[in-house]
Each structure stands twice: as structure tokens, then as C-alpha cells.
């Protein structure tokens, strides 16, 4: 979340035309690729990447006389999903078929839900920079199946139209989607982005999808439209298929500029899809009767309705792991770390299972803190690594802390060492005692120094014995020049303060 | 031997005791095919070199080793997938097309070791009740070649009734396997919906259709129903039968009652199916049964309700036939709505085409309510009815058909007339209930059959009672085909 979120009640830049002031309404439709072993009705694996069309069935390739089977698993982690957002889970919900025909949907038909829905009526609070709360309503969450992906060759427009010939592969075919639908809460493009980028963190957190919006596990497609403050919903578009958490944000600033001009130029706006094009940043729209689909819904035969008792939901409950926002107030009451830390590492899940280890280990969470938010945060984010891949284990750290606690590290040091074992994955001791950068607390090695200093400066020497207090950094930075840095620090300024007074 | 004389346990039995090899028996019917099938056209696919293989691999296991009905010949209607055999559901859009896998009930008659001797003709994608909506071949009535076998399983009865397989499979949506079973003198049956798995069925309208078998007897019926019956996992809507299905041996029916559906002796039944079907009430009051009469007043709607559901769900199920993946695709087509549009005006026959636009049309949005959201309604309605007549009686009784065989084109331009063949059969299918029909006499030697309806999982009752008719009646009549034949 960057930026800053302003307050809902003054919209810079979106919302101001020259005639006056223009509300914007955004709602979001987020598709999430469930993260089961199998695809959603039938016992293909879920891949990404494999080599077109191995990864398919006769069932999952629309063959005549296949039928489809629910995934359980897929079920839970939708369950899972709906709870998680505050959603009534329905005692009695129903698979339906969305009727249309595109070469990538091969029953020409996708197994979804209408109106009867798994969750419905559920809220995500979206926290804003300031730490205050913005409610997003989410109106329902529902299930359904992926198509396959069409790859066209030839031609300008890299669409279906106009290419020479177009091929399928339905390994993607069949995979577990979720779609949540929020209500049209958002007014700014940056409300938007900070609810996905919260929805995606509470994905993470429940471990039911890789969210990764550039490989298609997490889609966003938006319904925007502006209108006069107080006034009626204005004529949506839907702006689809943007994979990228910017192109969320800047796509949605472009359709919201186009419509604002449009209508302050007297023109009306059509409901169609929009498309945007995040290389010349410019809208395109696809004519509305061009899109004007009947999908025809109707229960799908095939599936029996799928029936939900109070002990399944309590069982899914149960293995709901625990949410950012309650995981953030137990580590700002059980850890006493600032809020601001609390809030990075409870939107992290892995993140902040490192940081729990680490404190265990080390006994000291404030200080695991500031190394798992600072040192540690800022390497995974300069390399893009994930926190489970770092060389760093939370044993290591909790190692390096360990001797930075005894003072055989100064906090200098230990930077310096960390950045040794990012790059070997050694741990701080090996390194410490390997280079030599042990802090020297040893008392006879120190105070045989100092004694060669102070009888080697008897002016000084003289001068702090008149009370000249400022003398002591002379005899300090001596020291340390000896030592290479490597005094104690805490140590040294005692033994000096006694041998200086003679 | 006499192929006319064997029923499928005649055969396994046959094979039982050594006196015909399974190479034999597959020779006997494949020779009856050879005979009759110019003159029926109940074959689509004769699988001469795939069954003469299967059977030398019976053959030459040990007799002591071979399951019961091991080496039996089977013939099955061409909308169930066989590995890597073309099924077509006689349709020109799946020409060609070699399923990459078995359908449930196909493994399940491997695993019982029964030998496949082809692929029976039917109308295209099941809809039709006369086997002319092939675009393959007509298929002509055993008892008279002028004459249709029903349909659309028209293939599955004819070839039964030809005795060019012991047994067939056919699938039931509306009445497609009762109903030319009815015309051609067999026995067919459709289950409860579930008892059978549909992994593998090539649907025509998912909620209505069941596979089940067509046989020259009850007997036959109940063992073939036993080796397909069963909860599959890769169908959702199985649940099997909740006991393997015996062979009936009832042939007192003391203390059953029969409850004779009103509305189906109306106009549309023909008197000398009447008199047939008034024949077999007497048997059954012979036999100690009691019959009454009984209303089931939604009934009649049935067959509006039929061509609402029926339709909507085969528009979808159809869809798929897009020319992207399998079967045929049109040549030349200038773009993918034109590839689509060509492919499926090219593929299709005129009676899919006409379904296709119904389904589509009562599943439009505006018409969802008034068509779709009526219909369903209405098969509650339906459902509910006959809940409270089995509070009343044991079993429903009906015509099958309300009219013997028709002529060949006799009704091919008239698609309400040929839908009113199904008015007896549509309601067990709207209401998921078992159903049989079993031959009842002749009427100017053309074939009547009695339905017999039960309720739900009530397969082996519904069996028994059957049997217990079958012995009452003690027909015997054959085809003049049987006669020409020797
Ligand atoms: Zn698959």
C-alpha cells in the first residue's frame, strides 16, 4: 500500500471535472486459483507451466458422457475463504452452468454458482495507512471452474479476431477458482488497491491460493462508474483481466479520467467491458452488444446440491488459521511491539511465523522484531525472495541476536555479520569467530591496554582527573583504535573511568 | 440351436455346462446379424473382430475359472462410450469419434466378462420416439418391417427382438427404452434415477436419463440390472440400489395392489391396445392381485413439463459439440462464429436442431420464470402425485404406449404426434421412479406392453411382480422374422 489513503469524504484527482465534483464508484470481482492438489471436478493435477495439454482428462476435456465430481478440498478452502470475510456460509448451496460458447471452455458451458451462492453478505476491513479501518462489504463468494488458455498466432491484435490460427491448452481447465464479489464500496483507485492488497494478504494467510497475480492465481476484474455526489449509481463498465496490483490502480484512474471527460462533455456512458492497456496506458472499448451475453444459467444436473451442517462449518472454522487483524493485537499484547510492526509482520503470514521463532528462540521479541521488519525485510524485498526461501533461518538469527545480547557483538557488528550469513547462509558464530570480530570483553586484555594508554597520556590523564569529563572519548577512541573497534564498548568505559581515577 | 429360443441365462447356461462355446454363441448371433440386420437395421457397428477375440479369450480359460456370465453376447445403444469404438449416438457431428475411455456400465459388463458384439442405432442424440431421427439408418420393426421400432433405444429393441443379441442397453429420458420395447415385444426397463452410474452415457438430459436393459424377459432384466446397477464414485448423482438385485421367482400376486392410471386410458389410447392392456388387468386379478383405478391429475401435464426440461438441459449438454476438440468440424469456415454456426447446422439433424432451439429459447433470459421455473414446478407436482397413490396401492399400471408400432413416416412431420407416444412413459422419468414394460399380448399382431411403475429403489419388487404377470400372461408369440428366419 503506498501513497496514503485520503479520507473517504475528499477524492483528489479522480473525482473533480470541471463542472463540479463526480463521486466514483468502484466494486471488485477478484477470481482466486484454489492451491488444491486437483482440479475442481475431476482428478487432473493443478499445474502452472507444464507442457500444453498433459495435464488433462476426458472429463476435464468436455468428452461426451463425462461427468463431473466436486473437490472436497476445493469445498473446505472456499469455506475456508468465506468465513474468513465474515460470510454467512449457505446450509444448501448449488452449482450452476454459465452457457456460452469460446474454444476455451470446452463443455461450452462453466460449472459456477448463481443464486444460491456458498457465502454471502461478509466484510473485509481495510486497514488504512493510519491505522484506522475502511469497510469493504463482500456481497458474496462463490465457486467455480477456470477455463483453459488460447494462445493466437498471427495477426495485430493478439485476440481471437484477426489472428491467423489460435491453439488451446486446457491444463489450466478445470482448476478451482473462488470468486469474491465486494459491494461497490471503493471511491478512490486507491481504495481499490489497498482492499486487494489486503485481500491477497488474507489469501496468503489462510494457505488456499499462490496469489500470484502474474501468473493468473489471482485475477481482478472492476465495475466502475462516477456520478454526482448523492446522485443515483451511475452506468457501469467493467474493466477486465488487470494483473498487476498497478495496473488495478492506473487502469481504473485511466476509465475513471475517460468517463469523467466523456460525461462532462455531454456524452453518455454505454455499460461494456474496457480493457486496459497498461504499454500506451489507454482504454479500449469493446462495444457493449458485442459482450451482451445470455448465459442461460440453470442448476447444473449433474452436481447434487451441496448440503452444509453447523459441525462442518465449525470444522472448517477450526482450521482457519489466525486473521492479520487478530494476530496483530495479540503481538502488540503479548510481545508489547509497536503497532507498526505488528501490523507488517500479522499481514505476512510467513513473515510472521519467522518473527514468532525467532522470538521464542531469542526471548527478546522487540529486538526480533526490528531485525525481522528492517534488516531481514529490506533484503527479501531488494531481492524479491520469499521469506522461506532465506539463508537466513529464524535458528540463525536467533543465533545472532544471542550474541549480540552478550556483547559479543555491537549492533554495528552484528549488521555487518548478518549480511555475511545472507550471502554464505553460515551461521554468527562460525562467521564471528572465523573473522575475528568477536567484541573484546576479555577484562585482563582490555585493562593491560588501557593501562599502556593511560601512562602513555598524562596530560589527558591530568585533565580528566580536574573533572574534564570530555577527555574520556579521547581515551575511548584510542582504545578503539587499538582494538580495531572490537572493545566493548559498555566494558571499556568502566575500566577506563577506574583506571583514570587513579 | 435356435437363436429365437435363447434368453441370456439360456446362454449362460450353455456356456455353463459345455454345450456351446463362447466362440459358438457369438458365431450364432453374429450369423442372425448377418441374416435379418439388412432388413432391420438395428446395428451400426458390428464388432465382429472385437467380440470373435473376446470370445476365444473365454474360451480358453478354464470353465471353472469363468465368471457367471462370462462369454454371453451384448449389443449397446451407440450413446455409451466404448474405449476407442466409434460412438456416435447416430448423429453426423460425432462421426468418427473413439471415445478415449468405457463408460461405467461398459466396464462393469467387462469386468462380468460379456462380449461386445456392436453398437445399436438410435434417434440422433436420443430425442425421437421411432429411431427415424437417425442420420444413419431407419431401423424397422421386427413384427413388421413397414413399421417403426419406437425409440429412440429403437436399435436396443428391434435387435433384441430379431434375436440378434440375448440382450441389449439402452437409456430411458422420456420413454426411450420402455417405449420400443413396447412396440417390438420385449421387456425393457428403465431404473430409479441414480441405481445406474451415467459416467460415460452421452447425455441427452442429465436429469432424466438412466441407462437400463432390454431383454426377452423379466428374468433376463433383473440380471442384466444387477451386473450395471451400482453407486459410482465418478458420478454424483449414483446411488445405486440398495441390495443386489435376485432372480424373481413371485408368481403369486395375493395382497399386491395395482393402481391403473385414468389419465392414460384416454383418447390417445387406442382401443386395441385397450383391450390388450385390459387382458393383462385380468391376469393380474387371476394371479390375486387387486386392481383399482386411480387419478394422478398432474400427469397430464407431464409432457409439457417434458419439452421444457428435457430441451433446456440438452441445449447445454449439446453444447459441446462446438468442432474444437472432436467430431466433426466444418471446412472453410471464415471465422470462429462461422466455424461454430456451420460445424453444429452441419452436424446436427432436424429434430436436435428444433430441441436445441426450444432449450435455448425457455433458458433466455425473460423466459427463465414463465418456462423453465413452471416446469420444474410442475414435476413437483408430478412427484408428489405419485407419493400419494404408492400411500394407496403397491405398484401403477398403464399402457406403455398408448398405440402399437406406427408406420415409417407416418408421424415424421408431425412433432407433437410423435411426442404423445411418451405420454405414459415421461412421468417415471419426471418423478425418478422404476419403471418396466413387459410384452402384454398383440393387437392385429402388432405388440402391446404393460408398464408397470414402482416406487423409488424398488427395483426388485417392481421385478417380481413383473415376473409374476410375465408367468400369468405365458405368451409366447414371435416375430414373422422369426419365422422367415428358419
Ligand atoms: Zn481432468
Known sequence: MSGGMPPRSSMPGAGDGASGEWEVVIGLEIHVQLSTNTKMFCSCPVTFGEEPNTMVCPVCLGHPGTLPVANERAVEYATRIALALGCRIAEHTVFHRKNYFYPDLPKSYQISQFDLPLGLGGRLDVELDDGSLFPVGVTRVHMEEDAGKLVHAGGATGRIHGADYSLVDFNRGGTPLVEVVSEPDMRTPEQARAYLTQLKGLLEHLGVSDVNMEEGSLRCDANVSVRRPGAPLGVKTELKNMNSFRYVQRGLEAEIERQISALEDGETIVQATVHFDPVTGSITTLRSKEEAHDYRYFPEPDLVPIEIDEAYVERVRASVPELPAARRQRFVADYGLPAGDAGILAANRPLGDYFERVAELSGDARLSANWVTGDLSAHLNSTGVGVHESAVTPEALAGLLALLGDGTLSSKLAKDVFQVMLETGRDARAIVDERGLGQISDVVELEGIIAAIVEANPGPTEEFRQGREKVLSFFVGQVMKQTKGQANPKLLNELLRKHLAG | ?486
Open chain 2, 1 to 486: 440351436m435356435e437363436v429365437f429360443s435363447l434368453t441370456a441365462r439360456a446362454c449362460r447356461d450353455l456356456l455353463g455346462s459345455g454345450e456351446a462355446s463362447a466362440t459358438e454363441l457369438v458365431d450364432l448371433y453374429l450369423d442372425q446379424v448377418e441374416r435379418v440386420d439388412d432388413r432391420v437395421g438395428a446395428f451400426l457397428l458390428v464388432d465382429r473382430e472385437g467380440a470373435l477375440a473376446q470370445a476365444a479369450a473365454v474360451d480358453a480359460k478354464p470353465r471353472a475359472e469363468r465368471l457367471p456370465w462370462e462369454g454371453v453376447p451384448i449389443a449397446l445403444k451407440d450413446l455409451l462410450c466404448v474405449e476407442g469404438m466409434e460412438t456416435t449416438c447416430a448423429s453426423r457431428i460425432l462421426k468418427g469419434y473413439r471415445p478415449p475411455y468405457d463408460a461405467t456400465v461398459v466396464a462393469k459388463l467387462r469386468a462380468a466378462g460379456l462380449v461386445l458384439l456392436g453398437k445399436l442405432n438410435m434417434d440422433e442424440f436420443a430425442m425421437g420416439s421411432s429411431t427415424e431421427n437417425s442420420s444413419v439408418q431407419l431401423t424397422h420393426n421386427p413384427w413388421d418391417l413397414e413399421r417403426v421400432p419406437g425409440g429412440s433405444s429403437g436399435g436396443s429393441a428391434a435387435c433384441v427382438a430379431a434375436a440378434e443379441a440375448p440382450w441389449s442397453l439402452g437409456s430411458d429420458t422420456g420413454g426411450s427404452i420402455r417405449q420400443p420395447a413396447s412396440l417390438c415385444g420385449v421387456v425393457g426397463m428403465k431404473p430409479t434415477y441414480g441405481a445406474v452410474s451415467r459416467y460415460g452415457l452421452i447425455a441427452f438430459a442429465s436429469s432424466l436419463d438412466q441407462i437400463g436393459p432390454l431383454t426377452r424377459d423379466v428374468s433376463d432384466a433383473a440380471a442384466l440390472l444387477d451386473i450395471i446397477a451400482g453407486k459410482d464414485p465418478m458420478d454424483s448423482t449414483s446411488v445405486g440400489l440398495p441390495a443386489p438385485i435376485a432372480l424373481p421367482t413371485r408368481t403369486d400376486l395375493t395382497g399386491l395392489r395395482f393402481g391403473v392410471i385414468r389419465e392414460f386410458l384416454g383418447e390417445a389410447c387406442e382401443p386395441g391396445v385397450r383391450r390388450v392392456f385390459d387382458g393383462a388387468v385380468a391376469a393380474i386379478h387371476a394371479a390375486g392381485g387387486v386392481c383399482d383405478e386411480l387419478q394422478l391429475p398432474s400427469v397430464e401435464k407431464g409432457l409439457a413439463a417434458y419439452y421444457i426440461i428435457a430441451p433446456a438441459e440438452a441445449s447445454s449438454n449439446l453444447a459441446r459439440f462446438d468442432g474444437v476438440r472432436f467430431g466433426h468440424r466444418s471446412e472453410g469456415a471464415s471465422d470462429l462464429i462461422d466455424m461454430y454456426s456451420r460445424t453444429r447446422s452441419e452436424g446436427f439433424g432436424e429434430e436436435v436442431k428444433r430441441r436445441i432451439m426450444i432449450g435455448t429459447y425457455v433458458l433466455s433470459s425473460g423466459y427463465y420464470d414463465a418456462y423453465y421455473t413452471q416446469a420444474q414446478k410442475t414435476r413437483t407436482l408430478i412427484a408428489d402425485d405419485f407419493r400419494r397413490a404408492f400411500g394407496q396401492v403397491d405398484y401403477l399400471i398403464s399402457p406403455t404406449s398408448p398405440t402399437v408400432a406406427f408406420r415409417i413416416g407416418e408421424r415424421t412431420q408431425d412433432p407433437l404426434a410423435m411426442y404423445l407416444s411418451d405420454l405414459c412413459t415421461i412421468p417415471a422419468n419426471l418423478a425418478g421412479l422404476p419403471a418396466i414394460s413387459i410384452p402384454a399380448g398383440l393387437s392385429d399382431g402388432l405388440p402391446v406392453g404393460l408398464q408397470i411403475v414402482g416406487p423409488h429403489f424398488s427395483e426388485q419388487g417392481l421385478l417380481e411382480a413383473a415376473y409374476a404377470v410375465e408367468q400369468g400372461l405365458g405368451l409366447s408369440d414371435l416375430p414373422p422374422i422369426a419365422e422367415a428366419a428358419r
